[in-house]
Structure formats: C-alpha cells, structure tokens
C-alpha cells in the first residue's frame, strides 16, 4: 500500500510506494526534486518542514492536546502532508485559507478553528504587545465561514523570542473580529492600515479548561478609539523611520520591508512596510524607479 507517515519527532516523512517495505534511501532535502529510484520502494525525507511551519505544526499539537484533554471530538484537518483538498467554489472566496480542526462542541455545534502560532507585536508608545492578524486572513476566513455555514474560530498561542511557544491559547470568533474591524474601519484614517492589532480584553484566555463566549461582543466607543489611535501612531513611525533609512542609506524598493524589519522586530510586518512604502510612493514622497535606489523627493 502506498501512503505518506509524518514523523514529528524526527521532522522527517516516509513516503511508500509500493505493497511491501524491503528497501529504504534516506535524503536530506535542500530545496531540491528527490526522485525515488525503480529500485527503492520508500524514501524517507530529512528537515520536511521548514523552521516556521514546525513552529505551526507543534502549535496544532498542543491545541490537539487541550481538545483531547477537554474529551471535545474534533477532525484534525491541519499541516498533514496530503493536506487537504477545497472545491473551486472555496478556493475563489477564501483566497486559500483553511481552518485545522472542526470540533463538535455540545449546546454550540459544529466549529471550524484556526491555530495561530504568533509572537505579540510591540507598539511603539504603548507598553500592551498584541496578537495580530492580516486584514486579509480576516476578510478570508469570514468568506470561509459565509462559504461552508460554520462558525470560524481562532486560537492564537504566543511564540516567545527564543521560538518557544507558550501553554496558554487565546479564543476569539471571526465573527466579533470582523464586528470590530467594520467598527474600526468607519474611520477613514484606517483604511490605510493592513494589519489588525487585536486588543487584548477581546480574547478569551484558555488554559486547561475550554469555555466559550459566544454572541456578538459590544464594542465601546473608547476601546475602538483607543485602537484607531494605536494603529495610526505605528504607521506615521513607520512611515518616519522609512523615510530616514532612504534618506541615510541605500536600498531598492524590493529591500524596503526586509530591512526596516531589522531594526523593528515584533513592531512591523514586512508586508506593512512595503504597503506603507507604497503609499509614500503615491504621495510623491519618495522617488521610485526602476533598477534604482529609492530615494526622496
């Protein structure tokens, strides 16, 4: 029988193609097509997945372990490697996301989740540090929810500095996450903003035991203007510290966001940077040409 065995332990994966085992090659992968030879009937693959994705898969086995641990029956649909196959319908409208485990939870139903393994992003003049989340992932996973008539939930778990990750998880819907961007975004100021900072009293935190808070959460007006006005402050230091490093040192716009993020770790994404460096473009603040350096107006 033919099949593929994910080994965590190792981070290697055993692929078998044929109905009896008797001969093994090992390889080490190195961004490089390995062929199985006629003559080997299984190959076992060396460092399969990369730093990050390890990262992501021990999250899912930790979230494995509370739903295991909380006697909650689940589907564990995650980083397996066959993966898991969407229709076109889902693909069109999710833009490729896909949530790691349903759950059935009793008096709720059935839950779509996703594992979050992420480090708290820093704020430059507020001492709160934040899970955060593309604006893009969210408006996916709400067309996923929409698509398949099922609850999508997210379970952030913190990756501390050293890559470790933490023992508690953090609950939120999609559906009050979305609540609170649409609340957000009625500022027009915000519509610049790529990446959504999350305040910390919206998660639920979960430690061993599992609770839900279900129903829309209603958001006041001072923890929306609070976030506005968090989010606005990075993104006018961002836009500073872009300009500085043009203004002191070489760099072509396809650099841009590899090389602020080295002097603002766990502040910036680089996508941020390279959105916010677009706009600076736009607004005839910075100078952009083709094969050349960026440089100022």
């Given at each position: 029988?033919?099949?593929?065995?994910?080994?965590?332990?190792?981070?290697?994966?055993?692929?078998?193609?044929?109905?009896?085992?008797?001969?093994?090659?090992?390889?080490?992968?190195?961004?490089?097509?390995?062929?199985?030879?006629?003559?080997?009937?299984?190959?076992?693959?060396?460092?399969?997945?990369?730093?990050?994705?390890?990262?992501?898969?021990?999250?899912?086995?930790?979230?494995?372990?509370?739903?295991?641990?909380?006697?909650?029956?689940?589907?564990?649909?995650?980083?397996?490697?066959?993966?898991?196959?969407?229709?076109?319908?889902l693909l069109d409208h999710s833009e490729s996301k896909r949530p790691d485990f349903l759950l059935n939870i009793k008096d709720l139903g059935t839950i779509l989740f996703d594992v979050k393994c992420r480090a708290k992003m820093n704020c430059a003049n507020n001492k709160e540090a934040f899970f955060a989340l593309f604006i893009s992932e969210i408006n996916a996973l709400l067309e996923l929810q929409k698509s398949v008539q099922m609850q999508v939930w997210i379970a952030f778990i913190e990756r501390d500095e050293n890559e470790d990750l933490k023992d508690c998880f953090h609950f939120i819907s999609i559906s009050n996450l979305y609540k609170f961007l649409e609340e957000i975004q009625k500022d027009n100021s915000f519509q610049q903003i790529k990446v959504l900072r999350i305040p910390n009293q919206f998660l639920k935190k979960i430690g061993k035991k599992i609770s839900f808070s279900v129903g829309h959460v209603d958001f006041s007006p001072k923890i929306i203007q609070k976030s506005i006005q968090i989010h606005l402050e990075l993104m006018e230091n961002l836009k500073n510290q872009i300009i500085m490093f043009i203004r002191n040192n070489k760099c072509y716009k396809s650099n841009i966001g590899r090389e602020i993020i080295k002097n603002t770790m766990k502040t910036y994404y680089s996508k941020e940077v390279d959105a916010c460096t677009n706009t600076l473009i736009n607004d005839k603040v910075i100078l952009h040409s083709k094969y050349k350096h960026l440089s100022l107006f």
């Amino acid at each position: 029988m033919s099949y593929l065995k994910y080994n965590c332990d190792e981070n290697s994966l055993l692929i078998h193609k044929g109905a009896t085992q008797f001969k093994k090659s090992e390889v080490k992968i190195d961004q490089e097509t390995y062929i199985i030879p006629k003559e080997y009937k299984s190959a076992k693959i060396n460092d399969f997945l990369s730093k990050h994705e390890l990262i992501g898969f021990n999250g899912e086995l930790k979230f494995k372990k509370l739903l295991d641990d909380n006697k909650i029956p689940y589907l564990y649909i995650g980083q397996g490697a066959y993966g898991i196959e969407k229709s076109k319908t889902l693909l069109d409208h999710s833009e490729s996301k896909r949530p790691d485990f349903l759950l059935n939870i009793k008096d709720l139903g059935t839950i779509l989740f996703d594992v979050k393994c992420r480090a708290k992003m820093n704020c430059a003049n507020n001492k709160e540090a934040f899970f955060a989340l593309f604006i893009s992932e969210i408006n996916a996973l709400l067309e996923l929810q929409k698509s398949v008539q099922m609850q999508v939930w997210i379970a952030f778990i913190e990756r501390d500095e050293n890559e470790d990750l933490k023992d508690c998880f953090h609950f939120i819907s999609i559906s009050n996450l979305y609540k609170f961007l649409e609340e957000i975004q009625k500022d027009n100021s915000f519509q610049q903003i790529k990446v959504l900072r999350i305040p910390n009293q919206f998660l639920k935190k979960i430690g061993k035991k599992i609770s839900f808070s279900v129903g829309h959460v209603d958001f006041s007006p001072k923890i929306i203007q609070k976030s506005i006005q968090i989010h606005l402050e990075l993104m006018e230091n961002l836009k500073n510290q872009i300009i500085m490093f043009i203004r002191n040192n070489k760099c072509y716009k396809s650099n841009i966001g590899r090389e602020i993020i080295k002097n603002t770790m766990k502040t910036y994404y680089s996508k941020e940077v390279d959105a916010c460096t677009n706009t600076l473009i736009n607004d005839k603040v910075i100078l952009h040409s083709k094969y050349k350096h960026l440089s100022l107006f």
